[in-house]
């Protein structure tokens, strides 16, 4: 990709009309398109044939017309799937259908369970039922759901072409993720992963200089807090420390929010719970914000416009973010140009400068670009390391005797305070097994999709041998990973529960060896995660003795409901609440 010149400096966020508002300007044309001409009929046979038609009825006419003519291309869309998937002997998945007109019950219980059920409470109560592939239209958009690991990897590895982000999904993360390498297909999506995978080789994460650094400072704070007689909120550490860590490895600046105040827990009795947030801390809430924003937006699915008629929700929390953005990218801008970006390419320079920023402008200096690359990179590696931290450590509260087996072994690998290596960290298998545990009850990113670029077809669950799943061009498949991982035919009777010695013995082999690609955390195929080995070696600190839930500083509704304790497995453990967003996370923090 050529460099660009034409742009000094990163441009304002465009003022647009709200998202609403946009999107009854586009498709009011193509909906309304019938009733002028059915009125213009009516009025023909009244002018010209002599029938008397009253005003009345011309007008009830034309305005029915508009929902008529949208019903009939419903049918004959749902008429031309039915005949293709016979003319091509292969069938359509099981249907979850309401009660109510376009199923808008089915929106309504998806939205209810995604603000106050159990992860994945809604769409996916009967993925078990209906085979693990099954079809739903939400308001006529047809969707299919899947938790199947050879139809996953279907879409994700041996069919990978025929599937891609999608339209739609783009458009729902564009506020955010703009034509960054989580949100692009095709060529322009190699092109990004071209551009940041180098920086994250072995040799460039195996130093770990930056991440103690802030790790330091992160137990200093928590050991501070402690002494003063409160509990700590891990989850709001977590976060602070993978934000720094991240900022810094990446662009080479902290953001510092882990010298910012930290919050009191919930049963302090001060008032600087409430303090007002300082630049850093509004960083880290927009992070957050813009993340619930996008969320929401992909659950209501094609019409989430309408639910932001009037204002842009993820406007304000992106005007935070750019606020610390663009100064950095305008620096790295300036810096290049006065060095003459004497590395045109990675080939030419195998270092690419000190952090992923550097190595960015010595291949592009487009503003935007950079900006939508640096961003994706930064929420991926954020968010998703932290919510690990924070779960991890959770599983320590829930399960001690796991918190003692695992300080013995970082101790006895760890026999003085020098700073580990990677081969320290691989050392550590039961530390891994203990990481792929959580992982796997608690995916970062539990949900995902997929979209069909033309018709094609899928492997069907239900009758391997028999005939295949047809999916038209256009189709969203829904996967969950959180569901994956919980299968009991896939990780055998105690699935539900946590054991990390499950990863140590006969089960290994029995189940995950077998298929690996019932274990997808990082997801899997060419869209695999590239910096899947950095989460692992930021979860080296072990500073503590004990680790114990204070549940009294939790929030009263972060709390597990007391009905979840009849539940099998991890539910019924549970005494926080998990939830999801893009990524998940433990509500009211830790």
């Excluded at 609403?20 to 009733?35: D, Q």
């Excluded at 924003?293 to 304000?316: H, I, N, T, Y």
């Excluded at 204070?550 to 991890?570: C, F, K, V």
Aim: hydrophobic share 40%.
């Amino acid at each position: 990709m050529p460099r660009s010149s034409s742009i000094d400096m990163p441009l304002p966020r465009k003022t647009l009309p709200a998202p609403g508002l946009r999107f009854l300007l586009r498709y009011s044309l193509l909906n309304i398109a019938p009733a002028p001409g059915v009125w213009v009929f009516l009025r023909f046979l009244t002018w010209y044939a002599g029938v008397h038609i009253p005003g009345l009825l011309v007008v009830l006419g034309a305005l029915l017309s508009i929902p008529g003519v949208y019903a009939l291309r419903i049918v004959a869309r749902n008429t031309g799937i039915d005949r293709a998937a016979k003319r091509t002997g292969t069938i359509l998945p099981p249907r979850w259908d309401g009660r109510l007109i376009g199923n808008f019950d089915l929106l309504q219980h998806i939205v209810r369970g995604f603000r106050s059920g159990y992860v994945g409470e809604g769409m996916w109560d009967r993925i078990n039922e209906l085979g693990h592939l099954h079809m739903a239209e939400i308001l006529w958009d047809r969707m299919y759901i899947t938790n199947d690991a050879d139809v996953i990897k279907t879409f994700l590895a041996t069919d990978f072409p025929s599937f891609e982000k999608g339209q739609l999904v783009r458009e729902i993360l564009h506020s955010a993720f703009g034509t960054g390498v989580f949100n692009t297909d095709g060529e322009l999506w190699k092109f990004h992963r071209t551009m940041a995978r180098p920086f994250f080789s072995r040799d460039r994460i195996s130093h770990f200089e930056l991440f103690d650094a802030h790790a330091a400072i992160a137990i200093k704070r928590m050991k501070d807090r402690l002494r003063s007689g409160y509990s700590i909120d891990f989850q709001d550490i977590a976060l602070r420390f993978t934000l720094d860590s991240a900022a810094e490895f990446l662009f080479g600046t902290p953001v510092h929010s882990l010298q910012s105040k930290l919050p009191y827990p919930h049963n302090s009795g001060t008032t600087a719970r409430s303090q007002e947030p300082d630049p850093s801390e509004q960083f880290s809430q927009a992070m957050m914000g813009i993340q619930h924003v996008l969320a929401m937006r992909l659950r209501v699915g094609w019409s989430w416009p309408l639910q932001e008629m009037f204002e842009d929700k993820a406007e304000e929390h992106m005007r935070v973010i750019d606020t610390f953005l663009e100064p950095i990218l305008e620096e790295a801008i300036a810096k290049n140009r006065a060095t003459g970006g004497k590395a045109e390419t990675v080939e030419g320079n195998e270092e690419g400068g000190d952090t992923l920023l550097d190595q960015l402008v010595q291949l592009t200096d487009d503003p935007q670009l950079l900006h939508d690359e640096t961003l994706n990179i930064l929420i991926a590696g954020r968010d998703t390391t932290a919510a690990t931290l924070a779960f991890v450590v959770y599983m320590l509260c829930l399960y001690p005797d796991v918190f003692e087996r695992l300080r013995e072994e970082v101790l006895e690998t760890l026999e003085s305070t020098a700073m580990p290596t990677f081969e320290d960290i691989r050392k550590m298998k039961y530390l891994r097994a203990v990481i792929n545990e959580t992982l796997r009850l608690y995916p970062i990113v539990p949900f995902n999709a997929r979209v069909a670029n033309h018709d094609t077809t899928l492997p069907n669950p239900q009758d391997p041998q028999g005939p295949r799943i047809y999916v038209p061009d256009g189709t969203v498949v829904v996967y969950s990973v959180f569901f994956l991982h919980r299968r009991k035919d896939y990780w055998g009777p105690d699935a539900l529960s946590f054991d990390p010695d499950r990863w140590l013995d006969e089960r290994l082999n029995n189940y995950f060896t077998a298929n690996p690609f019932i274990f997808i955390p990082f997801n899997a195929g060419p869209r695999i995660c590239v910096g899947q080995q950095v989460r692992f070696l930021t979860e080296h600190r072990f500073n503590f003795s004990h680790v114990e839930l204070d549940l009294s500083a939790q929030p009263p509704d972060s709390r597990a409901p007391p009905e979840w304790a009849t539940e099998e497995g991890q539910k019924g453990m549970e005494k926080i609440f998990p939830r999801c967003q893009l990524t998940m996370f433990l509500r009211g923090g830790l």
